[in-house]
């Protein structure tokens, strides 16, 4: 819109330009009430429980813990520490994750919900080493 067409705008009164599209005032004042949706959301975002986060550790190409209780229904965070010099790879047929671990690297691995049972996950590089993941019910 040309500088007329804004200067007109704003003599009227009105937020809209001469060319009938939104003037600058009236992206500005939509622009702000978008930023204060979703920062008001926020806190109703981080009022929710939060992730339920579990240790894996890899070392001596072996899974430590081997079993793993995790809470049925929620998205879980592993967070998989790779304790030897090489790369492991954190992989699981029953809930489709593949996740290559350098050594001496620690890295989240989101994964779930899962129905309560058990889930099986490997070292794709040193298939001896299995591990098994349980989802389990919460209790009320």
């Given at each position: 819109m040309g500088e007329a067409g804004y200067r007109g705008a704003r003599r009227a009164g009105t937020k809209w330009g001469a060319s009938g599209k939104p003037?600058?005032?009236?992206?500005?004042?939509?622009l702000t009430a978008a930023v204060a949706t979703v920062l008001g959301a926020a806190p109703a975002v981080a009022a929710a429980s939060p992730t339920p986060s579990f240790t894996l550790v890899?070392?001596?190409?072996?899974?430590?813990p081997a079993t793993l209780r995790v809470p049925a229904g929620r998205?879980?965070?592993?967070?998989?520490?790779n304790k030897d010099a090489l790369p492991a790879e954190f992989e699981s047929d029953d809930f489709n994750r593949e996740e290559v671990v350098p050594g001496g690297i620690s890295l989240p691995v989101y994964v779930g919900p899962f129905k309560p049972g058990r889930y099986t996950f490997f070292n794709d590089f040193h298939p001896s080493s299995t591990g098994v993941l349980i989802a389990v019910p919460a209790r009320h």
């Open positions: 003037g600058r005032r009236l992206r500005l004042h939509l890899i070392r001596h190409q072996a899974f430590v998205l879980v965070k592993l967070m998989v520490t």
